[in-house]
């Protein structure tokens, strides 16, 4: 090759080699001005500074974490309107490409449960709600999967658990005349079987979900909150008035210990508030 085409090829190189590094150096520039606009919850200035962050420099992960979060903080739980769609929409599918270069992003994988787990708030048909908590709950696993030690995961993975079991119990319950206050087991034996053998494992993991997320963190008194419901409410599927009652003292101790936690956690704050230290959890 000739010198001068020598020369010239090194010249488009470099040339190349700083246009792109002005394009990082923008794009950072714009997350930065993204990242502001966010903490002053102007959601929609902050998403076009991420958005043209992510146009600059399309394997800059954090910029695309901010512009699916951006999306996600405009998403209203149980709102119906088209704009809210389109941000959950947004918010998915940027979180997603977030996995396509990192599976194992746990904040991806925690942002997209939450979503789905959000949209199955709000009035909706029972099977469209029923298929929202099953997707948040494909995720939560994936992120115990991920994060053994995300307490956040098996707590969520509980939660689910109760918010799918429920409404099956009261609508027995409702059939049977029984009030929600009247104690069990259901009367009918018929469909404590027949819940039993839909239910009973799917319970139990709920419960062996939630001790796990008091294992993780034993001052965990939301897990304990939960682990009283699961307990309180499978107690309808026993057998005999005994095994109901016995499960109904194991959920009055899981009360016990939410309150005995909560009542430990707000005085260990106030104490630190007194010196000035930072808030317990």
């Known amino acids: 090759m000739h010198l001068r085409n020598i020369a010239l090829v090194a010249s488009i190189g470099t040339l190349a080699l700083l246009s792109t590094g002005c394009e990082k150096l923008r794009a950072r520039d714009n997350l930065n001005k993204g990242v502001q606009a966010f903490k002053t919850a102007k959601y929609n200035q902050a998403v076009e500074h991420f958005k043209k962050a992510v146009e600059l420099d399309p394997d800059f992960p954090t910029a695309r974490l901010y512009l699916a979060t951006a999306y996600m903080s405009q998403y209203i739980p149980g709102a119906d309107s088209t704009e809210n769609m389109q941000n959950a929409k947004a918010a998915e599918a940027e979180f997603l490409k977030v996995l396509e270069k990192d599976p194992s992003n746990t904040l991806a994988i925690e942002s997209l449960a939450s979503l789905h787990y959000n949209q199955a708030q709000g009035n909706q048909p029972l099977d469209q709600k029923l298929k929202k908590l099953d997707e948040a709950a494909q995720w939560y696993t994936k992120l115990a999967q991920t994060d053994g030690n995300s307490k956040t995961a098996y707590y969520s993975l509980g939660v689910i658990t109760w918010a799918k079991w429920y409404p099956r119990l009261m609508e ?11 104690p069990g087991p259901l009367k009918d034996k018929k469909v404590r079987e027949d819940l039993k053998a839909q239910w009973w494992d799917t319970i139990n993991k ?31 599927l026993m057998d005999s008035s005994d095994e109901y009652k016995k499960e109904v003292e194991i959920a009055d101790n899981y009360v016990q210990k939410a309150l005995d936690t909560k009542k430990m956690k707000a005085e260990r704050a106030a104490q630190n508030a007194a010196k000035g230290g930072i808030k317990a959890e």
């Open 172 to 182: 027995a319950r409702n059939k049977m005349g029984m009030k929600p206050e009247d």
């Open 206 to 236: 709920g419960i062996a979900d939630l001790e796990k997320a008091v294992q993780i963190y034993p001052e965990y008194d939301e897990a304990m909150a939960y682990l009283n419901l699961l307990h309180r409410e499978r107690a309808d």
